[in-house]
């Protein structure tokens, strides 16, 4: 089965910088996706950001970027110019490429705050 | 743009009471999820659907049942309600045959059970 880790329960930024939330994975599998979701106070689940694993390119959402390391079984998000907006739970996602839309496998999360 | 909607966002149940939480979806996903979030963790797959009349288990089912009589609903039952179960229950849904689509999370139903 496949697991993800978030070894950081909780970071913190100031405003206008950039921090790097951390996320490894465990699968035996080579052909994925992986996700960061944004869960702000809310409690909706926003997507942030998609890799497909076969792209070897870090997928780029304008102030959000991952460093996919496959060979780590890596995946870091990172966030440019943090905003007061940005202080939210990131979750960090699975998904197999095996067979049609199969579940998320989530980490447990990283709470970030943006000190103004 | 109603996405997926959830009912009830709040409920307060007693030990062996049951209840229904609502799901429906309004994008014709054949995918449908249960999910549940407890306190400081992520989120653990209940159950989920490929399609109306299918279902699987997943992670955490103990506890829960489900039906996918149509395309659009998904309702999720607790049918003796206990303690561990107080959590904050998210449904999703996402389209079938386009790879890596991701998944549309509802705003999530917040239930104690005391």
């Known amino acids: 089965a496949q697991t993800v880790t978030q070894s950081q329960p909780e970071m913190s930024v100031q405003e206008a910088e950039t921090v790097t939330l951390s996320c490894t994975y465990d699968t035996s599998e080579s052909d994925y996706y992986l996700f960061w979701y944004k869960q702000p106070p809310s409690r909706q689940m926003i997507l942030v950001i998609r890799?497909?694993?076969?792209?070897?390119q870090n997928a780029t959402e304008n102030r959000f970027s991952v460093n996919f390391q496959k060979a780590a079984k890596s995946f870091s998000l990172k966030i440019s110019d943090s905003q007061l907006g940005d202080a939210a739970m990131y979750f960090c996602a699975y998904r197999s490429a095996c067979s049609g839309n199969t579940p998320l496998v989530f980490g447990k999360g990283t709470r970030l705050s943006v000190i103004a | 743009n109603a996405g997926v909607t959830q009912t009830p966002k709040f409920r307060i149940l007693k030990i062996g009471q049951s209840m229904t939480l609502q799901c429906t979806q309004d994008?014709?996903?054949?995918?449908m999820y249960w999910y549940r979030q407890d306190p400081g963790m992520g989120l653990k797959l209940i159950y989920y659907?490929?399609?109306?009349?299918?279902?699987d288990k997943g992670e955490v089912p103990n506890g829960y049942n489900v039906s996918r009589s149509t395309t659009e609903d998904f309702p999720l039952r607790l049918e003796l309600a206990a303690p561990s179960q107080t959590s904050v229950y998210f449904c999703?849904?996402?389209?079938?045959?386009?790879?890596?689509?991701?998944?549309?999370f509802g705003d999530g139903t917040r239930l104690s059970i005391l």
């Open positions: 999703a849904s996402s389209s079938a045959g386009v790879e890596g689509q991701p998944q549309h």
């Open positions: 659907s490929v399609g109306a009349g299918i279902t």
């Open positions: 890799q497909e694993a076969y792209k070897q």
């Open positions: 994008m014709n996903h054949n995918y």
